[in-house]
């Protein structure tokens, strides 16, 4: 997996890209049509994202992708006994699937299982007993042991000891003379996943902290083995996946009315009627037999192309590590290269610089959006709003902070050691911008945020009239808003205070005067308040209090 890249993304999906070789590196003639197998693919990828490009469209055309037809696995053949019992003693150790009788009457049915033969009852002398056998199941991460009677078993299976994985068939035409043409095979797929944390050094005496991130990899997709992945971006934003739960029929290889049925309920269409009526287990067994697999192969055909091997030289003397960060459109992506990705193994390493001797400041916290307790007169509301210790610094990392939790430890006067003071959680934090992480509620600062609403309303003109009878005029009314906030500071010392507010609104004035503002985007278009994030600072004197101010509107339909 070297010279592949992936984008993983917070929510378990991710966009694989890895290059594969089209034929098995002989050089062939210009206009000819030829077949390979390329892959492997998870048992899992969105409708519409598998997709195969030639690195040079000059050189090869990929004419069309096809599910590669699975080969059948043969059975040990059992030296005497030939009954179910006689193959599975004779199979044991092998991955087999198994179709059970099970119930009576109406509830009778045949039942797939899946797993490994673990034990089987010797026969006796006579051979008229009951043989039983054990196979060990998985359920989700969980093995069990499954015990059948033999002699309900009607069908046995060998299946591929990894049936996780899937491979395509790729047909394309050679444009020119050339030998060991190379493609990217790519694909949206789930079970990867990133989870970023962030820890705080600080230092007390000098008021300095130290800031790490790191991000650990989560991988349930079983071609990853450990070999360093070339490049991955971490994406900590949500893309929207309109079709994530439905599964590309090149890789489930579901029948057309399944997949159809299937898409219908996804988009909200007409979905087709099933008019087959199944035993009992028969989807579950359907379901088991589309995974049936022979050998999986690893990316396109034994040979490797000279594009290849250079790319491979070049990574392999990459080291594991930060690589940089850029934005694409409306996502940032951090990026790392050499990441060992391993299937079922964790991994954590750094996804952002360290960043040493940043100055902090303790100051008291204030959300005006968190209120502790609310009392209404009318419209009118008066509400405590919970004072928090925390710790304020400026994001000099040079890329944004994502929302994840921090851990923050204060260092000791011995080198190396520190003491665990508390976890938070970090705000999504743009560069440059200041950060600020809570510690603990105050129990002795206080503060009181007041919110009147006036009685007199203006009506303002947003739509202008589009045609002589004065057809498209709009108005809206705005509603009038004055807050106020009052801290009470008991302590004998001055206390620096920091207000956040996300105001949905339209601000007039405000004293003093807001320190920052940030626009949230809104994807309804025809919003008519729109969210600011506003940022105060505010001091409070020893043992005294502080105001802040603020007047805005709220626009309503007329």
């Known amino acids: 997996m070297s010279g592949s890249s992936v984008i993983l993304f917070k929510t378990g999906y991710s966009f694989i890209s890895q290059p594969v070789q089209l034929g098995q590196g002989e050089e062939g003639k210009e206009g000819a049509v030829e077949e390979c197998r390329i892959g492997p693919l998870p048992a899992f990828a969105v409708h519409g994202t598998v997709a195969v490009q030639a690195w040079n469209t000059d050189q090869v055309e990929v004419l069309s992708l096809g599910r590669r037809k699975k080969e059948d696995l043969e059975l040990s053949l059992p030296t005497e006994d030939m009954s179910m019992a006689g193959f599975l003693e004779a199979n044991m150790g092998t991955m087999v699937s198994v179709d059970v009788e099970e119930g009576q009457g109406m509830r009778a049915g045949t039942r797939c299982y899946q797993g490994r033969v673990k034990w089987v009852k010797a026969m006796g002398d006579e051979g008229t007993e009951a043989r039983l056998a054990m196979l060990e199941i998985k359920e989700g991460q969980v093995k069990k042991d499954k015990l059948f009677n033999c002699s309900n078993i009607v069908n046995i299976e060998k299946i591929a000891e990894d049936e996780e994985e899937v491979s395509l068939v790729a047909r394309y035409r050679r444009t020119a003379t050339s030998k060991a043409p190379m493609a990217t095979l790519s694909y949206l797929t789930r079970g990867?996943?990133?989870?970023?944390?962030?820890?705080?050094?600080?230092?007390?005496?000098?008021?300095?902290?130290?800031?790490?991130?790191?991000?650990?990899?989560?991988?349930?997709?079983?071609?990853?083995?450990?070999?360093?992945?070339?490049?991955?971006?971490?994406?900590?934003?949500?893309?929207?996946?309109?079709?994530?739960?439905?599964?590309?029929?090149?890789?489930?290889?579901?029948?057309?009315?399944?997949?159809?049925?299937?898409?219908?309920?996804?988009?909200?269409?007409?979905?087709?009627?099933?008019?087959?009526?199944?035993?009992?287990?028969?989807?579950?067994?359907?379901?088991?037999?589309?995974?049936?697999?022979?050998?999986?192969?690893?990316?396109?055909?034994?040979?490797?192309?000279?594009?290849?091997?250079?790319?491979?030289?070049?990574?392999?003397?990459?080291?594991?590590?930060?690589?940089?960060?850029?934005?694409?459109?409306?996502?940032?992506?951090?990026?790392?290269?050499?990441?060992?990705?391993?299937?079922?193994?964790?991994?954590?390493?750094?996804?952002?610089?360290?960043?040493?001797?940043?100055?902090?400041?303790?100051?008291?916290?204030?959300?005006?959006?968190?209120?502790?307790?609310?009392?209404?007169?009318?419209?009118?509301?008066?509400?405590?709003?919970?004072?928090?210790?925390?710790?304020?610094?400026?994001?000099?990392?040079?890329?944004?902070?994502?929302?994840?939790?921090?851990?923050?430890?204060?260092?000791?006067?011995?080198?190396?050691?520190?003491?665990?003071?508390?976890?938070?959680?970090?705000?999504?934090?743009?560069?440059?911008?200041?950060?600020?992480?809570?510690?603990?509620?105050?129990?002795?600062?206080?503060?009181?945020?007041?919110?009147?609403?006036?009685?007199?309303?203006?009506?303002?003109?947003?739509?202008k009239a589009v045609s002589w009878t004065g057809a498209g005029k709009k108005y809206v009314d705005i509603i009038s808003k004055k807050g106020k906030l009052t801290i009470k500071n008991p302590r004998k010392t001055q206390i620096n205070c920091k207000i956040e507010h996300a105001l949905q609104g339209h601000l007039e004035k405000s004293n003093p005067v807001v320190k920052e503002v940030t626009e949230r985007q809104s994807g309804n278009h025809g919003e008519l308040n729109h969210i600011s994030k506003l940022l105060w600072e505010l001091s409070v004197p020893a043992e005294g209090t502080a105001e802040l101010s603020i007047e805005y509107g709220i626009k309503v339909w007329k």
């Open 192 to 463: 990867l996943a990133w989870a970023p944390s962030y820890s705080l050094l600080i230092n007390k005496e000098e008021m300095t902290l130290r800031l790490d991130g790191h991000a650990t990899f989560l991988c349930d997709l079983p071609q990853f083995d450990g070999e360093p992945v070339g490049c991955v971006s971490l994406v900590a934003e949500r893309p929207k996946v309109h079709l994530e739960q439905l599964c590309d029929p090149l890789v489930s290889g579901m029948g057309a009315m399944d997949f159809i049925r299937q898409l219908g309920a996804e988009t909200g269409q007409h979905v087709p009627q099933r008019h087959v009526l199944k035993p009992p287990g028969a989807q579950y067994e359907q379901h088991s037999r589309s995974k049936k697999s022979s050998n999986v192969m690893m990316g396109g055909c034994s040979g490797r192309g000279y594009e290849m091997e250079m790319e491979e030289s070049y990574v392999s003397q990459s080291v594991e590590g930060i690589k940089g960060g850029e934005s694409v459109e409306d996502f940032f992506h951090y990026q790392l290269q050499s990441v060992p990705l391993n299937h079922k193994q964790p991994v954590k390493m750094p996804f952002i610089k360290q960043c040493g001797d940043i100055k902090y400041e303790d100051i008291y916290f204030i959300d005006l959006d968190n209120n502790v307790r609310i009392a209404s007169s009318g419209e009118d509301e008066e509400s405590s709003v919970e004072v928090k210790h925390a710790i304020s610094f400026k994001n000099s990392s040079g890329q944004p902070l994502t929302s994840a939790p921090v851990s923050i430890l204060a260092r000791e006067k011995e080198e190396g050691q520190s003491k665990f003071m508390v976890q938070g959680m970090m705000k999504f934090t743009g560069p440059g911008k200041p950060v600020i992480v809570e510690i603990t509620r105050s129990k002795d600062v206080q503060a009181n945020y007041v919110v009147e609403t006036g009685s007199d309303r203006k009506t303002e003109l947003i739509s």
